[in-house]
Every structure is written in structure tokens, then in C-alpha cells.
């Protein structure tokens, strides 16, 4: 069972440079979710999508871009890295199921910017 | 902004003993309620949810909710070293889409 995948695990970019982050889920949630996590740190919500076609911000976007054209995928784009870029990223999924409605997990993509 | 506090912790109890964790949020139209583990390096775990005020018991684990004081917490019966862990906390905004998470607890059962 893959669940939720991410690609890529590890990436280092320089300061100004461009990348995208892969988000793939085989268990057809219409929930998709974009978090970060910093050092010692909670998750921080950058972006999420409810449907294909359909995103919105979350808490800290700045400095990110989405987008849902299929219910499978839900790429992070991160637009000029900068240093405060760097974090680990992990992607979800829910199908928010009256019984749990819990998040799923992919095994996240550590970034470092320098 | 949705916030959602923990104590950070670090949390040490001994084997056997019962782990308590505390979780406290500030928006008063939150709906449902979760505690993920998360081990070093790996992604977060569920462990609990719960959505009525009151307790909700599975296995060594129980849930806590009290709305009125917008409070959850999590209750770790009979810990064992492999409990060993960051506890999360996370609530759903009013609308339900969005997941909030707390800045974690990190635990240490110590045999």
C-alpha cells in the first residue's frame, strides 16, 4: 500500500533557486494538505486543497505555491528559496471520514536552503 | 490565527507509570480533536482522536475533551520506553477542512 508518497526525501538549494515538491496519494482523499515542520518544532500548515481545482492558504503560504489539477497530486512549489526555506516538508491526505477524519501522512521531504 | 499550545516538554516518566499530556486551543469552533505520535526523523502517527466532550479509552490510551475549558489531553497508562516520543496535538477549524497542530510534548519513558 503506498498511502501518501513524496519526492523528493532530500534536496539542497541554493539561495534564489526554484524547485517543486511531489505529493502523490493512491487512496482517492479529496483532503490534501501541505505542512512544515521546523526543529523541535509543531506542524505549520502552508497550503491545502479541498478538490481538484480548489486550494487555499493556510497559516504560513508566504513564499509557496500549490495546485490540485487531479485529486491524486498536490505539488508544493517553492518560488527564489531562501534560507528561511529550510525545513522539513511532509504532505497528507484525508478523506475526512466521519469516523476519523485522520490525517495521512507521506514520509516527508527534508529541504535546506543555503 | 489558530492557536494550539502544548507543553513542550521534555515529559520523563518512568516505565509503568502513567503519562499525562495537556493540550489547550483557542478556537472556540473547533470540531474534532487528535494526538499523533511522531518518533524522531519519521512523519506523525494517529493515535487518538476524539469529537464529544468527555473521556474516550482505547487500550493504555486515553482521550480527554473538555470544550467549555477548550482543553484536551491524553493520558498514557502503564508507559513503556517505546512510548518514547513527540505527542502532538491537533484540532480542525470551525469548517473542518483545515488541521491545527500544537508544537508537540516530547515524552521519555525511562526503563
Known amino acids: 500500500n503506498a498511502g501518501v508518497t513524496q519526492t523528493p526525501k532530500f534536496r539542497i538549494l541554493k539561495i534564489g533557486q526554484s524547485m517543486t515538491l511531489q505529493c502523490t496519494q493512491d487512496?482517492?482523499?479529496?483532503?490534501m494538505y501541505w505542512y512544515r515542520q521546523d526543529p523541535g518544532m509543531g506542524l505549520k500548515l502552508i497550503y491545502y486543497?479541498?478538490?481538484?481545482?480548489?486550494?487555499d492558504k493556510g497559516e504560513v503560504p508566504n513564499g509557496y505555491n500549490v495546485s490540485r489539477s487531479t485529486t491524486e497530486d498536490f505539488p508544493l512549489r517553492l518560488e527564489l528559496a531562501a534560507p528561511s526555506q529550510t525545513s522539513v516538508y511532509f504532505c497528507?491526505?484525508?478523506?475526512?471520514?466521519?469516523?476519523?477524519?485522520?490525517?495521512?501522512f507521506g514520509e516527508g521531504s527534508r529541504l535546506t536552503v543555503l | 490565527q489558530k492557536e494550539v499550545e502544548q507543553n513542550s516538554g521534555p515529559l520523563s516518566v518512568p516505565e509503568g507509570a502513567i503519562a499525562s499530556l495537556n493540550c489547550t486551543y483557542s478556537d472556540r469552533g473547533s470540531q474534532s480533536f487528535f494526538w499523533y505520535r511522531q518518533y524522531s526523523g519519521k512523519s506523525p502517527e494517529l493515535i487518538m482522536f476524539i469529537y464529544s466532550n468527555g473521556d474516550k479509552e482505547d487500550g493504555r490510551f486515553t482521550a480527554q475533551l473538555n470544550k467549555a475549558s477548550q482543553y484536551v489531553s491524553l493520558l498514557i497508562r502503564d508507559s513503556q520506553p517505546s512510548d518514547s516520543a513527540t505527542y502532538l496535538c491537533a484540532v480542525t477549524g470551525w469548517t473542518g477542512n483545515q488541521f491545527y497542530f500544537g508544537t508537540g510534548t516530547s515524552l521519555t519513558v525511562i526503563p
Open positions: 487512496m482517492n482523499h479529496n483532503y
Open positions: 497528507a491526505s484525508s478523506s475526512h471520514d466521519q469516523n476519523t477524519g485522520e490525517l495521512f
Open positions: 486543497s479541498v478538490g481538484a481545482g480548489i486550494t
